[in-house]
């Protein structure tokens, strides 16, 4: 066990990046796919028999034991931009969406039976891409309340905050993107695309969060479950989340947050529970929390 972790951390290191849009494989669906190194394919096959390997048939205890692989994977933002659209896959680096893209392809390959990168792959688009499928920048789930509710219906992940104790619910716009064309790169000289993001965005969208007052309450605790996936919801006008992660329950029972993190420049796990980490902010106003489905 020991070298292959040592395996796995000589291949991160000696990644060397490939240029951006270069094409290197072709997915079963003959869509485009990018990665960020030769080396990608080999580690994610790694990992997939490492799950296999563990035992674990259970969901969100497979999230949980992904996401502790992945402690100290560099966080990098922005991996999936490109002059293209395509089916980006980096392991090798990650963000807060990335991160937990990446633990959902992986479990679910797992709980298949399953040990190849190319069936990780297909899930990674499964649950990436508006119905699955992948198409240019507009069809890439930009927003979470949109990617919560396309993946449900999909039967991927269920929100479960409704039945969270003393959930609240939120009316908001959620249109940030159009109105804020110039922080993104597909957008900024292309009104055509911005007019496609236009039509999926949510107007008067009402969804359930959890305040942040509440998580230190002993009922919620015991509600929340180690692998749960979960978005930091924003006051931020015009988005609903800022920041995604998963939970992890420790010995007290407490919820900590493992996440991609921008401040701490990799996969971690943060330092203080949910409900103090969150004091720090001004901005993120409480929590949405959704897991897998079978």
């Not at 096959?45 to 048939?57: F, T």
């Not at 034991?65 to 990098?76: D, I, K, Q």
């Not at 699955?132 to 507009?138: H, P």
């Amino acid at each position: 066990m020991k070298q292959l972790l040592v395996l796995i951390a000589v291949l991160m290191m000696a990644c060397a990046p490939q240029q951006a849009g270069q094409q290197v494989a072709q997915a079963a669906n003959t869509l485009q796919m990018r990665f960020h190194c030769d080396k990608d394919t080999t580690v994610i096959n790694q990992l997939l028999v490492k799950g296999n390997q563990s035992g674990i048939k259970e969901a969100n205890a497979l999230v949980e034991f992904f996401a502790r692989e992945l402690l100290g994977t560099p966080y990098v933002a922005h991996t999936l931009e490109g002059d293209q659209e395509m089916l980006t896959i980096n392991i090798h680096q990650l963000d807060c969406l990335t991160f937990i893209e990446t633990l959902y392809a992986l479990t679910r390959t797992t709980l298949a039976g399953r040990y190849s990168w190319r069936d990780f792959a297909d899930h990674i688009e499964n649950v990436r891409y508006r119905n699955g499928e992948m198409g240019d920048y507009s069809t890439r789930i930009h927003y979470i309340s949109e990617w919560i509710i396309d993946n449900h219906v999909r039967g991927n992940l269920v929100e479960v905050t409704p039945d969270l104790p003393h959930v609240d619910y939120m009316v908001k716009n959620i249109d940030y993107m159009t109105h804020h064309t110039d922080a993104y790169r597909q957008l900024k000289d292309d009104s055509v695309m911005v007019e496609k993001i236009r039509k999926f965005e949510l107007r008067n969208h009402r969804f359930p969060y959890l305040k942040r007052s509440w998580l230190n309450d002993k009922s919620v605790k015991a509600a929340l479950r180690s692998g749960d996936f979960v978005s930091l919801v924003t006051k931020a006008e015009g988005l609903d989340v800022s920041h995604n992660g998963i939970i992890i329950i420790d010995d007290n029972g407490d919820p900590y947050l493992l996440d991609a993190s921008m401040s701490g420049g990799k996969v971690m796990l943060e330092g203080k529970p949910l409900f103090k980490y969150l004091e720090r902010s001004k901005t993120n106003i409480g929590i949405r929390v959704f897991r897998m489905m079978p």
